[in-house]
């Protein structure tokens, strides 16, 4: 643990000094810390030594999914998310089951897994993180509705996988109980437990017996969002619904609370969403990255550029979205932590499959990090008015219009 906490200690300082570099280039802290677990881990140099198994490493990847949920739920109220539902509806009605179902397709015929196994995968890979597309979802030039769309999907489509990663892995079991009602159960309490708390305490320090003074006021949403933690543990609600919900709660009815937890929140999402990924990176080695061979690989790639696109592209024909938002969504959907958790869960599980599901996983996740985190900064400059038209164009048109006048003279 003393080695892990120095190691991280190292890196957050390099990522820091490098922040503004990243800011403006493709560089990537995500990737940043994902590569330094590598090296860091077995599979390099040996010095953070984990194993997937390992209660730190589910318990970390769980707490930084809820972190960043908590805080992405926070940007949108209930009066936004209820008018601006039509686009993140189409994506989570139409583009997650068609993601999963073209995702399942390749891991059949590419991978060779059987189809319950597929399907499984498909579902582990469906949620979207808009973590790794920052620069995208946090440019104000970007057109809002593009934005709130990546960040509701990406907010609700990780407890929405969940009964679909319970439902499958209990067949791929061989369990005759699917638990349907018991999923049901969870999902809803998670709900409950997400709106429920932040309304309460919200309430009560409106009435004239509480009142936060100004220096604890932004642990007041920590302190609500602690709370849901704790209570979605011990009920076994869904804690990401639970997360995603009481966040919006908070946005909806507690305006000045959001605000004064905005910023520090967001660092303790950063934080231990920079934690998870250099666990997840000391995860990976070389024998991992060449034990699903090219068929494996192959089928990561298509899984980024084909999946998510094609069921992106179906979902939203007749949108209203323009050529280029619409190409902005598709390439945007990133596998993150939501990802790593429910991949962690079968591994724990013990099926037949679970280790070459988890490698597959794996490979997916590492590609996905490379490429999305280091293309969000080029996607967002689609959308900066002053690269509307290409600096080359007016060169062009000027050098043209002198070649004219010289034939003319």
């Known amino acids: 643990m003393g080695v892990l906490l120095l190691a991280f200690a190292g890196v957050l300082l390099l990522a820091v000094l490098l922040s503004s570099l990243a800011h403006r280039t493709i560089l990537s802290t995500a990737a940043l810390f994902l590569v330094a677990g590598f090296v860091l881990g077995d599979g390099a140099l040996g010095v953070v030594s984990l194993a997937p198994d390992e209660e730190l490493v589910g318990t970390l990847a769980e707490l930084a999914l809820f972190a960043v949920l908590f805080t992405d739920g926070m940007r949108v109220g209930w009066a936004e998310l209820r008018s601006a539902w039509r686009l993140p509806g189409r994506a989570l009605g139409w583009g997650l089951p068609l993601t999963l179902a073209i995702t399942a397709v390749g891991a059949h015929y590419l991978v060779g897994l059987g189809w319950i196994e597929s399907l499984l995968i498909g579902a582990i890979l469906a949620p979207t993180d808009p973590v790794f597309a920052a620069a995208l979802v946090g440019n104000d030039k970007v057109p809002p509705r593009l934005r709130q769309l990546l960040n509701v999907e990406s907010g609700v489509n990780d407890g929405l996988a969940l009964p679909f990663v319970m439902v499958f892995l209990a067949v791929a079991a061989g369990s005759q109980d699917l638990h349907l009602g018991e999923l049901g159960w969870e999902l809803g309490l998670g709900v409950v437990i997400g709106v429920a708390v932040p309304w ?22 920590l302190a609500i969002g602690l709370l849901v933690l704790a209570l979605g543990k011990a009920t076994h609600g869904n804690l990401f619904l639970a997360a995603f919900s009481a966040g919006i709660t908070v946005a909806t009815f507690g305006e000045r609370q959001r605000a004064s937890f905005e910023h520090f929140g967001e660092l ?25 061979g090219w068929a ?8 980024l550029v084909l999946a998510r696109p094609l069921a992106i ?20 959907g990133p596998k993150g932590f939501a990802s790593v958790v429910y991949a962690l ?16 996983v794996a490979v997916t996740i590492v590609a996905s990090i490379l490429l999305h985190s280091s293309t969000d900064i080029v996607v967002a400059r689609w959308f900066d008015d002053e690269r509307e038209v290409p600096a080359w164009y007016g060169a062009a048109r000027r050098l043209r219009a002198r070649s004219r006048r010289e034939e003319e003279s």
């Not at 309460?200 to 949403?221: D, G, K, M, V």
């Not at 690989?297 to 899984?303: C, G, P, S, Y």
């Open 268 to 292: 303790l999402a950063e934080l231990f969403k920079l934690a998870a990924l250099l666990v997840f990176g000391a995860l990976i080695s070389l024998p991992l990255l060449g034990s699903v």
């Open 313 to 332: 592209w179906i979902s939203f024909l007749g949108s209203g979205l323009t050529v280029r938002e619409q190409a902005a969504v598709a390439w945007f």
């Open 345 to 360: 869960i079968v591994l724990a599980s013990g099926i037949a499959a679970s280790q070459q599901v988890f490698q597959l």
């Open 296 to 303: 494996g690989w192959l089928f990561a790639l298509l899984a």
């Open 200 to 221: 309460l305490a919200i309430t009560l320090e409106r009435t004239r017996w509480f009142s936060a003074s100004t220096a604890y006021e932004p642990l007041n949403a």
